[in-house]
């Protein structure tokens, strides 16, 4: 991907999703936003295309990407479903749930987006940009968030920007994203349920679709998010902190007030929907550090800190 390119934002409306159809029908990625976090989109099944995602981003290229597809049975041509599978989309689809499934044979999908692996990673998202870019271009679009690999994921346009201005052709602006926190990701591979990455649907919801927690994930790489380091400011990262040091800048939560805050209620909703942008304004602030509250462990939380636990490798 050229260094040289112009990198334009346009609001949300018919004509950016006709520019933005148009640069991915060229096999170029273009930024858009989705209920979680702003995504990087390409055609799927373009191998150019998605090696264009690796290369703006500095992704590995062991690092698998989620395809974006606008219903079920879009996603049953390209993967095996099971029973857990199946009820799964059914209660969450559209929505912020990704499933990692075993890969149809003949799946037009590039081996870059499975990094080789026998399995799929697929969601239906629920945000009108996304599911009017998949109508417009009628492909399944492979989008990782829409940031330089390991950092901070963009909730707004200004994030997107700060990232990959001069690395993508376009950014759709549709404001700040609902959810603010990447999808929770399950695999339903072996019979079983497993959880690879937690997200806005907590294990309990998985439990009461499934009849059991979702049992934990393996020792490889199976889908994104995994990686010890990630989602990462570029200073150091202090958790569980009641207090700021004097060169910390402080993002608080409930009773502890800081420079900012994840919510100043204790809300756990909105201290996802607030995570990135406040590692964002942390990470942007003269202070050389940065330190976190306590964020409890319960439900949502337990994605929250995940979250801040590989920022803070």
């Known amino acids: 991907m050229s260094a040289a390119i112009s990198t334009r934002c346009?609001?949300?409306g018919p004509e950016a999703i006709a520019d933005a159809a148009r640069s991915i029908a060229d096999g170029q990625c273009v930024a858009v936003p989705t209920e979680t976090v702003y995504g990087l989109a390409a055609d799927?099944?373009?191998?150019?295309?998605v090696a264009g995602i690796y290369a703006a981003k500095g992704r590995p290229s062991f690092n698998p990407l989620i395809v974006h597809l606008p219903d079920r049975a879009a996603a049953e041509a390209l993967a095996v479903f099971d029973e857990h599978a199946r009820r799964l989309a059914d209660v969450f689809w559209p929505g912020p749930l990704?499933?990692?499934?075993?890969?149809?044979?003949g799946a037009p999908i590039a081996s870059l987006v499975t990094?080789?692996?026998?399995?799929?990673?697929?969601?239906?998202?629920?945000?009108?940009?996304?599911?009017a870019l998949l109508a417009a271009t009628g492909k399944p679009l492979a989008a990782p968030s829409a940031n330089a690999s390991g950092g901070i994921s963009p909730t707004r346009a200004a994030h997107v920007l700060a990232s990959l201005d001069g690395r993508i052709p376009l950014v759709l602006d549709d404001g700040a994203t609902e959810r603010g926190l990447e999808s929770t990701i399950l695999a339903c591979t072996d019979g079983s349920v497993r959880l690879l990455r937690p997200g806005p649907i907590a294990a309990e919801q998985v439990a009461a679709m499934t009849g059991a927690l979702p049992g934990?994930?393996?020792a490889g790489i199976?889908?994104?998010?995994q990686l010890a380091s990630h989602y990462a400011p570029g200073k150091p990262v202090r958790l569980d902190a009641a207090q700021a040091a004097p060169d910390e800048w402080l993002i608080g939560f409930g009773a502890v007030a800081g420079d900012d805050t994840l919510s100043a209620e204790g809300d756990l909703t909105e201290a996802a929907a607030?995570?990135?942008?406040?590692?964002h304004r942390a990470d942007a602030a003269a202070a050389p550090r940065i330190a976190v509250a306590p964020v409890p462990r319960g439900g949502l939380g337990v994605a929250i800190n995940d979250r801040l636990a590989r920022a803070a490798v």
């Open 10 to 12: 346009l609001p949300y």
């Open 44 to 49: 799927a099944t373009d191998a150019a295309a």
């Open 98 to 105: 990704t499933l990692v499934l075993p890969l149809r044979e």
């Open 115 to 131: 990094a080789g692996l026998p399995s799929v990673a697929l969601r239906v998202p629920a945000h009108r940009a996304m599911q």
């Open 216 to 218: 934990g994930a393996g």
């Open 222 to 225: 199976e889908a994104p998010g």
């Open 274 to 279: 607030r995570l990135f942008d406040c590692l």
